[in-house]
C-alpha cells in the first residue's frame, strides 16, 4: 500500500511538471513569442508552404520562411490557430497536407524595477573631517523578472540607460550575467529558476558633497532567449535614486 502511494505521488508530479512544461512550448506559445516548426519531407524536390487558417499575416502572425521544410512564426495575438503544412508532388497533383492545433496565451513575461527607492547619504556623511569636494557614492537597483510560469526558467537579458542629474558614473556591475557597454548597457546570458530572477546593477557615483543628486536607471528593452519573447511592459521600468548632501559647516575654529 505504501509503495502505491508513493507511485501515484511520483506520477502526479510528473504530471503536473509535464503541464508546466506544455505552457512553454510551440503548442502553446506566448504572445510575442517566436517559435521554429519544421517537419521531414517526402522528397526534396516537392514544393512546400506553411499556413494558418485563421487570423492575418503581421496582424495575429508573422511567418518567416514559409516556403521552406523548417519555419519561424511570431505568434502576434493570443487565440487559437491551426497550423498547416502543405507538401505538393513535383508534379504538381497530389498534396500530403498536415495540420497542428496552437493556442497561444497572454504574455506573462516581464522585467521591472522598484517603484520606489529610499534616498541615500553620501558617503561622506559621518566622516571626521572630510576635506574633499567630491566623494563616490556606492549605487545599486535591483531588476526582477517574472515569467507567470513557475515551470519555466529561461536565459534573459536586458537593456538600460543610467542618467545622473550632475557628477560622473563609473564601475557600473552586474550581480549576473555579462554587461556590456558604456550607456547604454546590456546585461546578458542570465540564467533563472522557477519562473523569476534578480539582478543586482551596482556603480559609483561621484559628485558634489554638498549638493543633492539623483542617479535614475530606465530599463530600455527585455526579452527571454528561449523563446525569443518580450517583456510585456507591464510592471515599472524606471527608479530613481537620491543621494542627499551633507551639510557644508566650516572647520572648527577657536579663540
Known sequence: MKKATIYLIAL???LITSKGAMAQTGLTPLVNSSHTYSVTPGSGSNTYAWAITTGAQNTDWVITNGSTTTATIQWK???GYTLQFRETSSTGTCITLVT???TVGTNSFDVVTPLTLSALC???????NYASSTVATTVQYTVNMATG????SPNWEFDFTLLPSSGTISSVASSLGTLTGAGPYKV???GSATGTGSVVITL??????????TVAIAITAAKELTYNTPSNNAGNKSATQTINAIPATSAITAN
Open 12 to 14: 502526479l508530479a510528473i
Open 77 to 79: 495575438t493570443a487565440g
Open 100 to 102: 497542428k492545433t496552437i
Open 122 to 128: 553620501n558617503e561622506a556623511s559621518g566622516v571626521a
Open 149 to 152: 510560469i513557475p515551470a519555466y
Open 188 to 190: 546578458t546570458n542570465i
Open 204 to 213: 559609483e557615483f561621484t559628485g558634489d558633497v554638498n549638493t543633492a543628486h
